[in-house]
């Protein structure tokens, strides 16, 4: 097996025969065998019960939020990627003036927003659920204007966390885990030229 983020082959089995580690760019990822089906994965997602109103969901995601407001205008070009059916990103930011779109391949699958240059590209929970990070990371790129950001919440592993424990992987959706180390590589590997990691807020610049 080849790693889904660098195509690597230098991997190993991570404490047991659920997951691999790579060498290169550090992630541990799932087999591909246990990756979900279409169905099966929009089955996971409509279970879900985001409410982009619901108090706790948008504390969640403030970090983001706040920080596109603090550093993009309202006029700027903007994009939710992966918002799945209700973004609270989106809500909040819409309620304030701002122009962004929401694109989710279940939910907002408008091919012709993925066709179009963003000022700024907000991930939330969503890069830990690329069956094909590669390919998703290449098009974020491709989707920012020069100087543009993509700003990223997910859940990094480190040595202090206890992996055969951390309900962090247990999620089946989830197939793939990032270190800081594997945005090190993201970074250079895609040419941003900036990396800032804040606990679960991260964001990449061109």
């Known amino acids: 097996m080849h790693c889904i983020l660098c195509g690597s082959t230098s991997i190993a089995w991570k404490l047991s025969n659920r997951f691999y580690h790579c060498d290169i760019c550090d992630c541990i990822m799932k087999p591909k065998s246990s990756f979900l089906t279409k169905n099966e994965e929009k089955g996971r997602y409509d279970l879900h019960k985001n409410d982009a109103n619901e108090r706790g969901y948008r504390a969640f995601v403030s970090p983001v939020v706040e920080r596109i407001k603090k550093e993009q205008s309202c006029d700027a070009k903007g994009l939710d990627f992966g918002s799945g059916r209700d973004s609270a990103v989106v809500a909040q930011l819409q309620e304030v003036g701002y122009d962004i779109k929401s694109y989710d391949p279940y939910y907002f699958a408008d091919e012709e927003i993925l066709e179009r240059r963003y000022d700024y590209i907000s991930c939330t929970e969503v890069i830990e659920h690329f069956y094909s990070p590669q390919k998703e990371f290449q098009r974020l790129k491709d989707m920012l204007q020069k100087g543009g950001a993509l700003y990223i919440m997910t859940e ?39 990396l800032e990691i804040n606990g679960r807020a991260i964001k990449l610049a061109l």
């Open 156 to 194: 990094l592993y480190s040595d202090d966390i206890d992996f055969e424990n951390w309900y962090y992987k247990e999620d089946p959706t989830h197939v793939i885990f990032y270190t800081k180390k594997s945005f090190e590589w993201i970074k250079e590997y895609y040419g941003f030229k900036s």
